[in-house]
């Protein structure tokens, strides 16, 4: 699976849009990016996932650059609660044994 | 409604001791994992089971052993513990072994006195 980069660190206003950067140049043609976010003292929550389109949930955005080298997660209206190490992984989506390989993600502090 | 639930939540207990952390999931998943978050918050696949078979071992010490008594539990148990076995454990599951995103419970800290 390919590695990934992130800023260790990052602070946000409250109300205001998150956009947190990954890099990934040596991502394969058949590897999804994920995102993750883990909040203090719980376990890593899914936040969303994609391949080459841009993605939307409920609440975030995935922008995947055209060349898929890198990526941004937008939180568009950051909360207190959004709060935690955010995680962008690389992973071969067919034939894998599931595991995925966490790096050290990007605090992200928002603050009132 | 816990998707995923460790028990317990915190374990004290003193080197050389043998203990158990129990993982359930009731999302009627078929994989199962135990992931290791260490101090400087590091996380690390240490097992996978799909359908209770053992798919990923990753060169865990044999003092760890897991066992998956059906799909809906994954159980890790830890021989002789050691300082260094103080850390979060955590239990996720997906459906199949593939791209499908993990579900995580909420962790057991452990630490080794």
């Known amino acids: 699976d390919a590695k990934t980069t992130q800023p260790p660190s990052m602070d946000c206003a409250e109300g205001r849009a998150a956009n947190l950067p990954c890099n990934h140049s040596?991502?394969?043609?058949?590897?999804?990016v994920y995102w993750y976010r883990q909040i203090h003292s719980q376990g890593p929550q899914y936040i969303i996932h994609g391949l080459k389109n841009n993605e939307t949930n409920e609440m975030d955005s995935l922008i995947i650059t055209e060349d898929r080298k890198s990526s941004t997660l937008i939180l568009p209206h950051a909360t207190l609660r959004d709060t935690a190490v955010y995680y962008c992984i690389v992973r071969v989506a067919a034939g894998n044994t599931g595991k995925l390989i966490f790096g050290q993600g990007t605090t992200l502090q928002v603050k009132p | 409604d816990t998707a995923v639930s460790q028990t317990p939540k915190y374990l004290v207990t003193q080197m050389g001791n043998d203990k158990s952390i129990k993982c359930e999931q009731n999302?009627?998943?078929?994989?199962m994992y135990w992931y290791k978050q260490d101090s400087k918050k590091f996380l690390k696949i240490m097992f996978s089971?799909?359908?209770?078979?053992?798919?990923i071992n990753e060169t865990v010490p044999n003092r760890f052993s897991p066992k998956s008594p059906d799909k809906a539990h994954l159980n890790l148990h830890i021989n002789s513990l050691e300082l260094g076995d103080s850390a979060v454990y955590f239990c996720?599951?997906?459906?199949?072994?593939?791209?499908?995103?993990?579900?995580f419970g909420n962790g057991t800290r452990l630490t080794v006195t």
């Open positions: 996720a599951s997906s459906k199949g072994a593939g791209s499908a995103p993990l579900h």
């Open positions: 089971y799909n359908n209770k078979e053992l798919i």
């Open positions: 040596t991502i394969s043609g058949n590897e999804y």
């Open positions: 999302l009627g998943h078929d994989t």
